[in-house]
């Protein structure tokens, strides 16, 4: 599969998980629904990958690093269903957008990734600033909504964190069999938090969250999740964050159109200023250096 096709295949899926995690939270119990479409999503990888005569590794290495990605796939996910109680999906993927930021602070620690430039920590501070900007608009949000960003920053740093710990395992292995393998730890976690958090469910879900959990346990989990760690074995953790530039815009106009989710002007700004901030951080430094390098050329 072309790298490209897959990128673009985790932004079609970005865009649209936010109104499917809030439909599916919102219609059943939140835990039940995020464990739905992870059991879904390994009932069908795993005969896939008996299909493609693949094998699940059960070495060490392989372990740590179904383990780094449960992270992602568990903390990640579990409290953005938690989040998506308190928050509309446009300021839930708005949130998401910080995930290169993250990423590039834990590969620092732990990749031994180059320091921070100026540039970078400056996109950092407008990042931030828009962040306040829109999750301060009391018409846009709903009261308690301090609790969802609070949840759902915790969940992007699961995210971030995964991503990068994923990455300096270096498994080498199949994204199938890393997607699924990630799966298998993450299910008993789930489990544990529905059962402990919203008890036994009394009732199924209506069709609509129901809907929206096959299509997280289709799309959303098993081929998000595969095409996320194809493009993530061959470009950086923060390359392919930088989609979270992207996703944010189609992800409030979905919210917006088929939920009735009200984008003001304060958090279009604050949107800006976060797009604007990622845009200093990711790319400031190249930017810098072929304007120097055009500088010297010139003269």
Request: with cysteine.
């Amino acid at each position: 599969m072309p790298v490209l096709v897959a990128y673009c295949v985790v932004l079609m899926v970005w865009s649209t998980t936010p109104l499917a995690i809030s439909w599916s939270a919102s219609g059943w119990l939140p835990a039940w629904s995020a464990m739905g479409r992870m059991l879904i999503a390994a009932c069908i990888g795993y005969p896939l990958l008996r299909i493609l005569g693949l094998k699940m590794d059960f070495g060490r290495v392989a372990i740590r690093s179904y383990v780094a990605a449960a992270l992602g796939i568990w903390g990640g996910m579990y409290f953005a269903y938690i989040a998506a109680g308190w928050l509309p999906s446009g300021i839930m993927s708005l949130l998401f957008g910080l995930a290169p930021l993250l990423s590039g602070l834990y590969a620092r620690w732990w990749l031994k990734s180059a320091p921070l430039d100026k540039l970078q920590w400056l996109g950092f501070a407008l990042a931030l600033s828009g962040l306040a900007i829109a999750v301060s608009d009391s018409l846009a949000l709903p009261p308690g909504s301090w609790k969802g960003v609070v949840t759902m920053l915790l969940a992007v740093n699961c995210f971030a964190a995964s991503g990068v710990l994923v990455q300096r395992e270096r498994a080498g292995l199949h994204p199938l069999v890393q997607t699924e393998g990630a799966l298998l730890v993450s299910l008993p976690l789930y489990l544990l938090a529905a059962l402990l958090v919203d008890g036994v469910p009394q009732a199924w879900p209506t069709p609509r969250p129901l809907g929206a959990i096959v299509y997280l346990g289709i799309f959303g989990s098993l081929i998000g999740y595969l095409c996320y760690y194809f493009v993530l074995a061959r470009l950086s953790a923060s390359t392919v964050a930088l989609a979270t530039l992207i996703t944010p815009i189609f992800a409030m106009s979905l919210g917006a159109a088929l939920n009735g989710e009200i984008v003001s002007s304060r958090v279009l700004a604050g949107a800006l200023f976060i797009v604007v901030g990622l845009c200093a951080y990711l790319f400031g430094p190249q930017w810098r250096a072929r304007l120097r390098g055009g500088a010297v050329t010139r003269s």
